[in-house]
């Protein structure tokens, strides 16, 4: 047992260097900018969901044929779940009188009070089907991304409807 455990250890070192060695230097995500919003393509790396079922209970189903608004207001977002389809653009809105930082897979960037931001892509280019949390610094102590809202995307289905 003595002589295996620096063996193992050895070859663990190895394979680590191995990996750090064979790593993307391009996965790294988008950076927020000056701009009010960016987001870079990203269809063969969708953002996987973070939960089969959104934990708000009802999700509200947004109109065909314009984008899904998310609004951060003081206490919580409005809706505090949306269906959308692959084809929907988001829009997120400041509604509070600060500065808003916000992050949605490669949707991310700042706000300030009273702005908005639209997706450059449809969600569908990078979220994967499921429901995603939109994170962002407009709760908690404003310092830390944290849940503010959720995206229910369903590939293929009505958003029409509730759940």
């Known amino acids: 047992m003595k002589i295996l455990l620096p063996m193992i250890l050895t070859l663990a070192a190895l394979l680590a260097i191995a990996g750090a060695a064979c790593g993307d230097d391009d996965a790294s995500p988008a950076t927020p900018t000056s701009s009010a919003a960016e987001t870079t393509p990203a269809a063969t790396n969708l953002k996987p969901p973070d939960s089969e079922l959104p934990a708000a209970g009802i999700c509200a189903g947004a109109p065909a044929g314009s984008p899904a608004t998310v609004e951060f207001h003081v206490d919580v977002p ?5 269906r959308v389809l692959p084809s929907t653009h988001i829009r997120l809105v400041n509604k509070i009188e600060r500065t808003v930082d916000f992050q949605l897979g490669v949707f991310r960037g700042t706000l300030a009070p009273g ?15 499921g429901v995603h949390g939109i994170l962002s610094t407009a709760y908690g102590d404003g310092s830390s991304l944290v849940g ?3 995206l229910w995307l369903q590939a293929g289905a009505s958003p029409a409807g509730g759940n």
């Open 148 to 150: 503010s809202g959720e």
């Open 115 to 129: 702005a908005d931001a639209t997706s450059g892509l449809p969600a569908g280019e990078f979220l994967a089907p």
């Open 78 to 82: 409005a809706p505090r779940c949306q």
